[in-house]
């Protein structure tokens, strides 16, 4: 699976826009970008993933650029609920079965 | 709906009890995980199971053994708790290899 960069650290303000960006320049054709998060002391959610098209769906909106060597998760409207760590994974869709959560990026929303 | 459900939420152990963890899910999924998430670190996969009736390995089965007991549960059993295995353990599921997992908040253990 490809290697993912995130920054550690984000914030933003409630009702704005939050994007967050990952980097996965060795994405390979037949990978997909998932979206996972964790809000504190709770297990993974999963959020959406994509292979080349941009995805849309009730929580969030994921860019992929068209050389697919980075992507964006965008929620539109964040609210003080969101704040958690999100991380983005690279995987084959059909690849082993484990899940590998690098690092993240710890999103704060301001009230 | 419930997702995914694990029991217990917490547990003291004391060096060299056993336990079962509980994972149960309602989504008809095929492929079960247990994972363990220590502090500050991101989840290792500790067993799978592709479908009902199979179980494999993950990256940190030492000290572990699971059951696939149907299609819903998936256990976790520590023979002889060890302090090393403190950690939170989720369970999680998908409907098949690679389709997107989905967590269980977790059980939280602490090993004396």
């Known amino acids: 699976d490809a290697k993912t960069t995130q920054p550690p650290s984000m914030d933003c303000a409630e009702g704005r826009a939050a994007n967050l960006p990952c980097n996965h320049s060795t994405i390979s054709g037949n990978e997909y970008v998932y979206w996972y998060r964790q809000i504190h002391s709770q297990g993974p959610q999963y959020i959406i993933h994509?292979?080349?098209n941009n995805e849309t769906n009730e929580m969030a909106s994921l860019i992929i650029t068209e050389d697919r060597k980075s992507s964006t998760l965008i929620l539109p409207h964040a609210t003080l609920r969101d704040t958690a760590v999100y991380y983005c994974?690279?995987?084959?869709?059909?690849?082993?079965?484990?899940?590998?959560f690098g690092s993240g990026t710890r999103l704060l929303v301001r009230p | 709906n419930a997702g995914v459900t694990q029991t217990p939420k917490f547990q003291v152990l004391k060096t060299g009890q056993s336990m079962t963890l509980q994972c149960a899910q309602d989504m008809n999924h095929n492929s079960m995980y247990w994972y363990r998430q220590d502090p500050g670190m991101g989840l290792r996969l500790i067993y799978y199971?592709?479908?009902?009736?199979?179980?494999d390995k993950g990256e940190v089965p030492n000290g572990y053994n699971v059951s696939r007991l149907n299609k819903r549960e998936f256990s976790l059993r520590l023979e002889s708790a060890a302090p090393s295995q403190t950690s939170v353990y989720f369970c999680?599921?998908?409907?098949?290899?690679?389709?997107?997992?989905?967590f269980g908040d977790g059980t939280r253990l602490s090993i004396l």
């Open positions: 994974i690279v995987r084959v869709m059909d690849s082993s079965y484990k899940l590998i």
């Open positions: 999680a599921s998908s409907l098949d290899r690679g389709q997107p997992q989905h």
């Open positions: 994509g292979l080349k």
């Open positions: 199971s592709a479908s009902e009736g199979t179980t």
